[in-house]
């Protein structure tokens, strides 16, 4: 495969945007640019034509790899389509190449678009490694913050890779010829760190699955596992939390005897998730690693080591050896001792810190490194427990955690302003019993035409969402109001908005600044 990159005129530091499916070839596309020096950016294959054109562009990348279609359970999304619609507004793009994985018969643009297959078999099967600097990069990886716009954030050949290794090997107490699952999707840095790296550069098995929780049936998981005797198992709360409504029964029929060690990471674990993990997978014997950790920090930072850490539920706990993480106040004063709350900073740096923003190095200062000087900020609020475990609140900044999936209200927003309805919105996110929170949608529109009505217009505006953004960002609540909560200087006060759409509305706090303080009851009014 690193051949078939060279021999399409690839070469050390161009960029390679890999859309594809979980299929085996695009962990080996992954390798094979790390092997010859490539930068790789994997773009999830939930993202719109829109969005893989911008992070196209963004990376300058010199060629895509995807594939025909995409198996999703019952389903078959049309990848190659989706790149073809992305590449009429990237220049940059010399080289797609199509790996066959539903057997279909997609458009190639002659002298662009190659089979994979057919470019195999053209090259030798030895391609010795290019020598790399430890601070060479490794890959770009796009993902949202409080602004419309995601960022590329970049890691580095040698840090990431000690690091992933290390933190692999300690946090889930890999033995050798154990057989480890991680669920993620490499589109996302779980899948980079902790399918790929991680395991990979330990001699592990890791295991790779290219289906859904869901399909043939909720007892999927626990099929794979019996069928292949896994012995780490590494999750996300999200799926636990949709298979656990899926009723006991599913799990019943297995044995889950294999599991020595579970995992959970992305978003906060709930009490009710862990314990229905703890029992039901883990059979009570099984410890359960709750692993904090960011795509900007390349690795795992808070997290028990299995079997070696106390176990307590609903805590990341103790932060790995290494790491030093402080709870700020908002002035940027460490708080000493235990049972505090603050936000959640690292003091010195660790080696797989991202090393950049890709074209932007100016934006990664200022957004990880300028609120609290001489402190990495991580833009999330942590407890510190009576005995100094952790505990993640979750965001402090615009950013929701739909599914563990992290997307900008920003992001959102600007996707729906596309809509030509469409005069005004602000996005926040809200709790949701399955995908931890959801997206609340306020919009205030045009007035409707004769043929429209709010459901009419509601469905539209869930398309527009879709086509700029895709199916991950797709609204959960949209409440059409008159006007939004604003300050006198023309800011939308989300904290009110966030309060409403909790149903918290009890404790508003002061609306007296506000422009127009009716518009708040309004609101209320017509809460979803
Ligand atoms: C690995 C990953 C990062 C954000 C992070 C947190 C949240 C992740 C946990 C968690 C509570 C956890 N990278 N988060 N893990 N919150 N407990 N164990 O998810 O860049 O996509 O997201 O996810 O808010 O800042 S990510």
């Known amino acids: 495969m690193a051949n078939v990159l060279k021999n399409n ?5 161009d960029r390679v945007c890999l859309y594809m499916p979980m299929i085996p070839e695009l962990a080996i596309s992954v390798l094979a640019c790390a092997r010859i020096g490539a930068i790789h950016s994997v773009i999830f294959a939930g993202f719109s034509a829109q969005s893989l054109a911008d992070r196209i562009n963004d990376a300058q990348a010199k060629m895509v790899i995807t594939s025909d279609g995409i198996n999703r359970g019952a389903k078959q999304i049309p990848a190659k389509r989706v790149v073809d619609e992305a590449l ?6 010399q080289t797609v190449l199509v790996a066959n994985c539903c057997g279909w018969e997609p458009n190639m643009q002659q002298g662009r678009d190659k089979w994979l297959n057919d470019e195999l078999k053209n090259v030798s099967s030895t391609c010795p490694p290019e020598p790399m600097d430890s601070e060479d990069m490794l890959f770009i990886l796009y993902t949202s913050g409080s602004t419309g716009k995601p960022k590329g954030v970049v890691h580095t050949c040698g840090g990431y890779m000690v690091y992933t290794a290390y933190s692999f090997q300690n946090v889930f107490q890999y033995n050798e010829s154990d057989i480890y699952w991680c669920t993620a999707d490499i589109g996302w840095i779980t899948g980079h760190s902790y399918i790929i790296y991680g395991p990979l550069l330990s001699g592990a098995t890791t295991l790779m699955f290219e289906g859904i929780p869901t399909y043939p049936d909720p007892a999927r998981f626990w099929a794979v596992i019996d069928k292949h005797g896994v012995n780490q198992f590494y999750t996300a709360p999200t799926a636990i939390r949709s298979l656990m409504a899926e009723g006991i029964d599913h799990v019943l029929s297995y044995s889950l005897d294999s599991l020595k060690v579970l995992g959970s990471v992305g978003e906060p674990i709930n009490e009710e998730a862990w314990h229905w993990y703890h029992t039901h997978i883990g059979k009570t014997k099984c410890p359960l690693v709750d692993t ?8 795992i930072l808070i997290s028990g080591l299995a079997g070696i850490s106390p176990l307590k539920p609903a805590h990341a706990g103790q932060p790995l050896p290494g790491i030093q993480p402080v709870l700020l106040t908002p002035d940027g004063q460490e708080m000493e001792g235990n049972n505090v709350e603050g936000l959640l900073c690292i003091k010195f740096p660790w080696p797989s810190m991202l090393r ?15 609120a609290f000087k001489n402190y990495y900020f991580t833009g999330d609020g942590a407890k ?12 402090v900044d615009d950013v929701m955690n739909i599914s563990g999936h992290r997307i900008g209200t920003a992001e959102v927003e600007n996707a729906i302003n596309h809509n030509l309805k469409v005069v005004e919105s602000a996005v926040v996110g809200y709790p949701h019993h399955i995908k931890g929170q959801g997206i609340y949608v306020y919009v205030i529109c045009h ?16 398309e527009t ?4 953004i895709g199916k991950i960002a797709r609204p959960d609540k949209i409440q059409f109001v008159r006007g939004l909560p604003k300050t006198r200087s023309g ?19 002061d609306t007296s600044t506000l422009l127009d303080p009716t518009v708040v009851e309004d609101i209320i009014n017509g809460k979803l």
């Open 384 to 395: 510190r427990n009576a005995d100094g475990l952790y505990r993640i609140i979750g965001r």
């Open 88 to 93: 009429e507004s990237c220049t940059s793009v």
């Open 465 to 468: 969402v879709v086509h700029e």
């Open 447 to 462: 007035p409707f035409t004769e043929d429209e009505n709010e459901d009419v217009v509601r469905d539209q505006i869930i």
């Open 9 to 13: 005129g690839i070469g050390k530091g």
């Open 491 to 509: 800011k939308i006060m989300r904290r009110i908005l966030r309060k409403i759409a909790e149903d918290d509305t009890a404790n508003l706090g």
């Open 356 to 370: 950049t923003t890709y074209g932007d190095h100016e934006r990664c200062r200022q957004t990880y490194f300028s």
């Open 292 to 299: 904090w950790w960011q795509t900007e920090t390349g690795g």
